[in-house]
């Protein structure tokens, strides 16, 4: 008998020290938790027909090996990379193994800061960037991600 083949999901994935929102550096990061934005990345998924897996890990290692299991287990990407944004190009090289659509996504607006935050490793094989909308701009890439699901779908 054909094994029944699972809906694949929405991975969100996000880096180092994004466990801390909500503790510290309201002023930038706002006071919503990552545990509150899996809730509301979750609940627009399941509006729109969707699942999420939501993880984070202060790991590149563990980043990249969520980045390859998405090959097969994921219909698209959205990523906070976190300071790995800046830096990582294993993340980078892992992404552009990836078929789905990927849209990268920050709290703060990056370009509104330090100089070393305007380079993103990530940008160049993302299909789209959201930047500085705090928590919301987690919402806006679940729209994101399932627009270009769809259109690719067509
Ligand atoms: O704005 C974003 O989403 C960032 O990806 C957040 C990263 C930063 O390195 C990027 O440049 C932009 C940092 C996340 C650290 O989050 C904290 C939250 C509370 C307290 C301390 C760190």
Known sequence: ?????RAKAIYVLNGPNLNLLG?????IYGRTTLADI???TAARAEKLGYTVVFSQSNHEGELVEWVQEARAEACGVIINAGAYTHTSVAIHDALRALDCPIVEVHLSNTFAREAFRHHSYISAVASGV???FGATSYI???DAVASLIEEAAE
């Open 1 to 5: 008998m054909p094994k029944k083949s």
């Open 23 to 27: 503790s510290r550096e309201p002023d």
């Open 38 to 40: 899996a809730d509301m």
């Open 130 to 132: 959201i930047v500085g």
């Open 140 to 142: 806006l890439a679940v």
